[in-house]
């Protein structure tokens, strides 16, 4: 009996005069959404309420409650039968029709909560609240009203047209993608990077990711694994361009030209240098990864800070003091989970160190670097100049 869908939305409301710049992100993104869903729909703003529209004759309820769900932005979807102002009677009628339909089990306590957009109404608030909730006990008996602690809101609100609602399905919350700039993620096999995507894109940064790649010590398989999470999360986050980046001839000079101790720290200070320049040709205004204090010997603090010492470009570390279960817990809850802990390795877990420096000194990082200044210039530029670009979606 659903034919449109009321889009609730949470801080976008509080945007002042830029409010309108989010509404219409927010809008885009139902849209792209609901593209590949089965029915046509129309996405709209009318009155400070955002609505996705049914317009075939049928569509699937459960795949386009789950496609919202997604959308960044959204804080609550409402299932709502909207209706004509044919006076008091005729929205009456239809209320206690919509109960009838929606509550095959008619024995729970109710309230009757209604909002007038359009003031002259014949009935105020209060009024429309009692006379509907009369409605609704001499239709179905065995209801009963509680206002302070009901099992059933049904909530009307009368504007243009009338809404009739009680079911507030949770949205992701957040805010549209695309409104808070653009980052570049180190995006790996494992399961923290996918979910430091997830929350950065959550707070409205449009994303692109970059992948390290070390044929023949990584297979397909492993850069597979990591195309397939860069979908998982595009379902969140929109399309994701995926630079997958040879890093091979680079990783063995590093291997054999300097200490072992020290190979992490060194691969991960050029996998920055190589993802900003990336970043920067793509119009990106920050890095994010995956690092959490502490999880590993490249993640102290002594090793971010070597890390970040080659970037100009601000790094964003999304799941920097979480643990990894709590890491784990939203990697199930995205659905990333599964396809992290599948035992394709990738170039990050092949060169690792027996016993790796854990509080590395930055001036003796760079002195051991320097063993590198006659072959990396041109592997450098070998290794941009061959990126392929993977678009997930």
Do not use: W
């Not at 609505?51 to 569509?59: C, E, F, G, R």
């Amino acid at each position: 009996m659903y034919k449109a869908f009321l889009i609730k939305y949470g801080e976008i409301g509080v945007k002042g005069k830029n409010r309108y710049l989010f509404e219409d992100a927010l809008v885009r993104q139902i849209k792209h959404a609901l593209k590949n869903v089965e029915g046509e729909f129309d996405v709209i703003k009318r009155q400070g309420r955002i609505y996705a529209k049914v317009l075939s004759d049928s569509y699937d309820y459960d795949e386009t409650i789950e496609a919202l769900s997604r959308v960044f932005g959204i804080h609550g979807i409402c299932p709502v039968v909207q209706i004509e102002d044919n006076g008091f009677d005729d929205l009456a009628a239809h209320v206690v029709d919509y109960i009838g339909k929606a509550y095959e089990d008619k024995n729970f306590t109710f309230k009757v909560e209604s909002r007038r957009a359009r003031k002259n109404y014949p009935k105020n608030s209060m009024e429309i609240n009692m006379d509907l909730g009369e409605a609704i006990l001499t239709a179905f008996p065995e209801t009963k009203v509680d206002v302070h602690n009901p099992e059933v809101l049904v909530q009307v609100e009368i504007r243009e047209i009338i809404n009739i609602y009680s079911i507030e399905i949770p949205g992701p919350g957040g805010m549209p993608i695309g409104t808070a700039g653009k980052a570049m993620v180190l995006l790996s096999g494992g399961i923290d990077s996918p979910v430091a995507a997830y929350m950065v894109a959550k707070r409205g940064v449009e994303i692109e990711a970059t992948y390290f790649h070390a044929p023949p010590y990584t297979s397909e398989r492993a850069k597979q694994k990591v195309v397939d999470l860069a979908k998982i999360v595009s379902k969140y986050a929109g399309p994701i361009t995926l630079n997958v980046v040879d890093f091979t001839e680079i990783q063995l000079a590093i291997y054999e030209k300097c200490p072992h101790d020290e190979l992490t720290i060194i691969m991960r200070r050029l996998m920055m240098k190589i993802s900003e320049d990336l970043a920067k040709q793509s119009g990106c205004n920050g890095l994010v990864t995956g690092e959490s204090i502490g999880q590993v010997a490249s993640q102290t603090m002594a090793s971010l800070t070597c890390t970040n010492e080659v970037c100009t470009l601000p790094v964003f570390r999304p799941v920097i003091a979480f643990d990894k279960q709590d890491i784990i817990d939203i990697s199930e809850k995205i659905g990333t989970y599964e396809t992290s802990i599948l035992p394709y390795e990738d170039c990050c877990t092949i060169f690792v160190a027996k016993h790796p420096v854990t509080k590395p000194n930055l001036s003796v990082i760079k002195r051991h670097e320097h063993n590198l200044d006659e072959v990396i210039d041109e592997m450098y530029e070998r290794a941009m100049s061959t990126v392929e670009k993977i678009v997930c979606e």
